[in-house]
């Protein structure tokens, strides 16, 4: 299978396992999300696709290959880009010196078509940047990430896994990201992962121009696997109620 999977993973965190041999699949071309509460072990997994923990026992492939034994920064080379939930940029870097990290020829201005607030913060320390604008330019890596013996120029990770990938954004710019992770399944072929605790509801306005595979785990075990229309959404939050003022 082109895209990458998990066969009879098991990971642990000192005694504690927090993955109890799960088999998963994302396919190359999808938009694949690890559903799941806190302590599920959707980010474990995620962390042992990129390579960042280590499996006791099970396997990862790429491609059909096996790449268990691969450290992370190997799957980087070969075209894998990880999104972690925290400590995602450089914050004693600038802006640009972030992006330029990702391209040799420290050509990034056409990253930031998606994320065109990036533009006026570009000299600034990453770690000044709200939590929205560090997602924000953490994303804009992947578009950077070089796919590996690719012939187009700024063709992006083959592979791109992200940790909520939303967190800290207003629903404009995270509906925004989905169309931007979306575009890059359909129109690139790359194999997306982000994990989420709730499934967002822009997946299902998606669902009809991609497909989107929906993992759920529950306690380090899937416990469905589905088409997001399977799934119900993230509940929209409710608008306030206007408060009248007599006159």
């Known amino acids: 299978m082109k895209g990458i999977e998990l066969r009879d993973a098991h990971a642990r ?68 880009c990880f999104v972690p939930d925290r400590q995602a940029v450089f914050s004693s870097l600038t802006v640009a010196e972030n992006l330029e990290l990702c391209d040799a020829e420290g050509d990034f201005r056409h990253a930031l ?56 954004m207003s629903p404009t710019v995270a509906a925004r990201t989905y169309t931007h992770l979306t575009d890059l399944a359909t129109d690139q072929g790359a194999c997306v992962v982000v994990a989420e605790q709730q499934l967002p509801p822009a997946l299902r306005e998606h669902a009809s121009r991609t497909a989107v595979v929906v993992h759920e785990l529950r306690r380090g075990t899937v416990a469905l696997s589905g088409e997001a229309a399977e799934f119900n959404p993230a509940p929209t939050p409710p608008t306030p109620p206007s408060r009248h003022v007599p006159e």
Not at 45 to 58: D, K, M, V
């Open 113 to 168: 078509t998606v994320y065109p607030e990036l533009r006026p913060l570009l000299p600034r320390r990453a770690g000044t940047l709200s939590g929205g604008e560090q997602r924000m330019l953490a994303l804009t890596r992947a578009p950077l990430t070089p796919a590996p013996h690719s012939p187009a120029p700024h063709s992006p990770a083959a592979v791109i896994l992200v940790d909520e990938p939303t967190q800290g």
């Open 13 to 80: 965190y000192g005694p504690l396992e927090a993955l109890h041999g799960i088999t998963l699949a994302a396919p190359a071309a999808t938009l694949t999300v690890l559903l799941g509460r806190n302590g599920s072990g959707r980010t474990t997994a995620l962390r042992a696709l990129a390579g960042t923990i280590p499996l006791s026992s099970g396997a990862v492939l790429r491609d059909g290959r096996d790449i268990t034994r691969h450290a992370a920064h190997e799957r980087a080379a070969r075209g894998l």
